[in-house]
């Protein structure tokens, strides 16, 4: 006996809903993959990295003009602040020159406005400065000896970072001799003659120092361009001992007991 086959009704696809179906679902996973990763880019941007430029010369040679760093802003909430630190901070007042509006085209904002939140852009760094931590609260720091080097605590350190002109010796453009006060900062520029740092604030009302709260965090790497990519140290063998000691404490210690 044959069995007759019956031949698929062509005016029929099966198959249709289910591309269809699938179709969608790659679109939802692919909106949903995106939007995780921007949040991912927000959150990263708002509490752990950030992105700025470098629009002056006044950190050369260590940062040159329009350098990219990435800044950690774990620094100084969970992370302290150590001497020879390069440090992004609001202006404390006075230090950056005035600015003109600049008019922009609403689209061009909007999507700088969108780099910017997501990390990809840096359109705030002339809002913010970066210079090295040389003193931190209670530091005496003092400019210069005879050979023309800072001071802290009465310890010459040796900046290997600085650039100073032909000519110059000191390794500032003016004398100072201050004491860092509690919760504030003393900031330089490696290239110290072309610096608007402290040494060169104190005639303002901060008298050259930076709360420490306006700090954004430390930057650590040169990410752009490619050629300059490099970490960004604080040097520790040229602020090594230059802590002041601790007076010794005549308090019995507690909760000690023989060793057995």
Same mark, same amino acid.
């Given at each position: ?77 969970? +992370?302290?602040?150590?001497? /020879? !630190?390069? #440090?992004?901070?609001?202006? =404390?007042? @006075?230090? $950056? ?35 090295? +931590?040389?003193?931190?609260? /209670? !530091?005496? #720091?003092?400019?210069?000896? =005879?050979? @023309?080097? $800072? ?35 003393? +900031? ?15 005639? $303002? ?56």
């Amino acid at each position: 006996m044959m069995t007759q086959i019956e031949a698929p009704d062509e005016g029929h696809d099966e198959g249709a809903p289910s591309r269809s179906r699938n179709v969608r679902l790659f679109i939802r996973d692919i909106l949903v993959i995106f939007l995780i990763a921007l949040l991912a880019s927000v959150l990263i941007k708002t509490f752990l990295i950030r992105s700025f430029y470098i629009p002056s010369t006044s950190m050369e040679q260590t940062l040159l003009v329009n350098d990219r760093i990435i800044v950690n802003q774990l620094v100084p909430s969970l +992370v302290p602040i150590k001497h /020879g !630190d390069v #440090v992004v901070f609001r202006d =404390p007042g @006075g230090w $950056l020159y005035p600015r003109a509006e600049t008019e922009q085209n609403p689209l061009i904002a909007s999507l700088d406005w969108v780099m910017s939140a997501i990390g990809l852009s840096a359109s705030d760094s002339d809002d913010h400065l970066i210079k090295r +931590v040389i003193g931190l609260p /209670g !530091d005496r #720091v003092t400019c210069c000896t =005879p050979l @023309g080097e $800072l001071t802290i605590n009465g310890v010459p350190i040796k900046e290997p970072y600085i650039v100073i002109g032909p000519g110059d010796t000191d390794a500032a453009t003016l004398p100072f001799d201050v004491t860092v006060p509690p919760d504030s900062l003393w +900031v330089m520029g490696d290239n110290r003659y072309n610096s608007k740092d402290s040494s060169r604030n104190q005639d $303002l009302p901060g008298k050259g120092f930076v709360p420490v709260d306006h700090v954004v965090g430390r930057a650590f790497v040169i990410s752009w361009p490619v050629d300059r990519w490099s970490w960004l140290g604080n040097y520790p063998d040229v602020f090594r001992g230059v802590e002041p000691e601790q007076p010794a404490s005549n308090a019995p210690v507690t909760g000690a007991g023989p060793l057995g």
